[in-house]
C-alpha cells in the first residue's frame, strides 16, 4: 500500500535534515552568517516535512504489523481489535499521502518575505479613494490580528475621505505568502456617500503585492539615483510643510520612482524608500516568473495581474464574491472588518490543488 516513489523522496529529505542540522553547528557555518541564515531557513522548511514522513512510516509500520498479528492470532477479541487498526490505518494513510504531496511541492521562496503592499483608487472618482482607504482599514486590521506590523510609506488622501493612493510595508513570518492573493482589481458595488437619489454605482480600487527585497536579492547602484526632498503633506504636527523630510527616489535607467513621507527624519525616511525601490526593481524581473507561470494557472491567484478583477464587495446583498474561484460570502461586515482568513485558505487550497496538477503532469 506504500507509495514507494513518495517513501523514497521523504527518505532524501530526512538525509538532507539531518545533514542541515550538522551544517548549523559547524564553525565555519556559524561565522557565515548569511549561509547560516540561508541554511536555519532550509532546515524550518523541511522539518514539517520530516515529521510528516515520521507520522506516515509510523503507520505504515503499525498497518504491517496489525497485517501480521491478525495473521496469526487465534485469540478472536484480538483478532478484532487488529481488523479495526487495519481498517482505521487504510482510511488514514491516503490522507496522509496526500498531505506529503503538497508538503512537497516546490515553495516559492519568496513567499517567507515581508510585502510591500500598494493600493491604488481606480475607476469612481472619490468613491473609489473612499472605497481604497476602507481596503486599507481592513487589512490593517488583518494584519493587526495576525500580529504582523504595518509601516506607512507614503500616501495621498481623497478629496472626500480615503486614499487615492496609499502605500505600505508589512512586517512579520511568511507575510508574501499570504498576501500576494490579494493583487489585482477589488470591485465595490454599493451608494456612495455623494450619491443623492440612492443609486448603487460600482467603483474599483487596484491592491499590489509585492515580495520585499533585501540587499542580498538586488545591487543598487548609488550613482544610477537621483534623490529629491521635499516637505511632507498630511497630518504630522509641526514638521509636515516646514522641513525637507520627505524622499523622492527616481532610478534613472528604469524610471521606477519611489516617495516616502511618513518619518518626521529625512534619514528614516530615506532607509525607507530604499527599501521600497529594491523591491520595486526586484519585482521587474519577479514579474517575468509570475507572467511565465500565469498561463498554467486557472485561478492565477498569484501572478500579481494588476488589471484582473479578482474581487467583488456587494453592500446591497452583503456579499462578497472572489471570482477566482467562484466563492461567494454573505459576510460582507465581517470581511471588511478584517476577517479574510477563509477567503485567503481557499485561495491557497486552489492554488495547491493546481500546482499538485502541475506535478503529476
Known amino acids: 500500500m506504500a507509495n514507494i516513489l513518495i517513501l523514497e523522496r521523504l527518505e532524501g529529505v530526512k538525509r538532507r535534515f539531518a545533514e542541515v ?3 548549523l553547528t559547524a564553525p565555519d557555518v556559524i561565522s557565515d552568517m548569511k549561509r547560516y541564515i540561508r541554511l536555519s531557513k532550509e532546515y524550518k522548511e523541511l522539518q514539517p516535512v520530516v515529521e510528516a ?21 487465534k485469540d478472536e477479541e484480538m ?30 521562496p519568496e513567499d517567507d518575505k ?48 480615503g486614499y487615492k493612493e496609499i502605500v505600505f510595508n508589512v512586517i512579520g513570518d511568511g ?57 511632507s503633506s498630511g497630518p504630522g504636527g509641526q514638521s509636515v510643510n516646514t522641513t525637507y523630510s520627505a524622499i523622492r527616489l527616481t532610478h534613472v535607467p528604469t524610471g521606477v520612482v519611489v516617495t516616502c513621507q511618513d518619518e518626521k527624519s529625512q534619514i528614516k525616511n530615506l532607509e525607507k524608500a530604499m527599501k521600497e525601490l529594491r523591491t520595486r526593481l526586484y519585482n521587474l ?33 452583503g456579499r462578497v464574491t472572489d471570482h477566482r474561484i467562484n466563492l461567494t460570502i454573505y459576510n460582507l461586515p465581517v470581511v471588511l472588518d478584517g476577517n479574510i482568513q477563509e477567503l485567503l485558505d481557499k485561495l491557497q487550497m486552489a492554488e495547491n490543488a493546481e500546482r499538485l496538477k502541475e506535478s503529476t503532469n
Open 285 to 317: 524581473e519577479y514579474q517575468k516568473y509570475l507572467d511565465e507561470i500565469s498561463h498554467k494557472r486557472k485561478t492565477m491567484v498569484s501572478t500579481g495581474d494588476r488589471s484582473a478583477k479578482i474581487r467583488t464587495y456587494n453592500y446591497p446583498q
Open 21 to 23: 542540522g550538522d551544517l
Open 53 to 73: 514522513y515520521n507520522r506516515y512510516k509510523s503507520a505504515l509500520d503499525n498497518l504491517e504489523s496489525s497485517r501480521a498479528l491478525l495473521a496469526a492470532e
Open 175 to 231: 507575510v508574501y505568502g499570504i498576501m500576494k492573493y490579494e493583487s489585482g482589481v477589488h470591485r465595490v458595488q454599493r451608494v456612495p456617500q455623494t450619491e443623492t437619489q440612492g443609486r448603487i454605482h460600482t467603483s474599483a480600487a487596484t491592491v499590489a503585492v509585492l515580495p520585499e527585497a533585501s540587499e542580498f536579492d538586488i545591487e543598487v547602484r548609488n550613482e544610477d539615483i537621483r534623490k529629491d526632498t521635499y516637505c
Open 114 to 161: 515581508n510585502a510591500v503592499m500598494e493600493i491604488r483608487a481606480g475607476t469612481g472618482g472619490d468613491e473609489a479613494s473612499i472605497f481604497a482607504g476602507d481596503l486599507f482599514r481592513m487589512y490593517s486590521k488583518y494584519i493587526e490580528s495576525r500580529g504582523w506590523k504595518v509601516e506607512l510609506s507614503s500616501f495621498q488622501e481623497g478629496t472626500a475621505g
Open 79 to 108: 483478532r478484532e481489535m487488529a481488523k479495526a487498526e487495519i481498517d482505521t490505518l487504510i482510511n488514514t494513510i491516503p490522507d496522509m499521502e496526500e498531505e506529503i504531496k503538497f508538503l512537497l511541492l516546490p515553495r516559492d
